[in-house]
Nanobody, 115 residues
Framework: QVQLVESGGGLVQPGGSLRLSCAASGITFSIYAMGWYRQAPGKSRELVATISSGGSIDYADSVKGRFTISRDNAKNTVYLQMNSLKPEDTAVYYC?????????WGQGTQVTVSS
């Protein structure tokens, strides 16, 4: 059974940092592309960052220079380091695993940036 479990969300002040983790089980983690997406209230889900099985990385323009995605294949975990957080980063953040046309989503973790 495939499971993606996110953790690390919470409430942080503007300018602060958070590190999200997504632990995967039930898949051969190293061969999957992994990604982080987010969905703010009233908006559609959007890409935040992806990292391929080979380590290629893409970021949404809105997070470039502030967020860093990484993966640890030995721990079956993908991370999202978020720095210089802004109120507009407030959203539910979802982990995604993808290979070909197959994909799975985690349950999401809430990130709230507010003073």
């Amino acid at each position: 059974q495939v499971q993606l479990v996110e953790s690390g969300g919470g409430l942080v002040q503007p300018g602060g940092s958070l590190r999200l983790s997504c632990a995967a089980s039930g898949i051969t983690f190293s061969i999957y592309a992994m990604g982080w997406y987010r969905q703010a209230p009233g908006k559609s889900r959007e890409l935040v960052a992806t990292i391929s099985s080979g380590g290629s990385i893409d970021y949404a323009d809105s997070v470039k220079g502030r967020f860093t995605i990484s993966r640890d294949n030995a721990k079956n975990t993908v991370y999202l380091q978020m720095n210089s957080l802004k109120p507009e980063d407030t959203a539910v953040y979802y982990c995604n695993a993808r290979i070909g046309s197959w994909e799975r989503w985690g349950q999401g973790t809430q990130v709230t940036v507010s003073s």
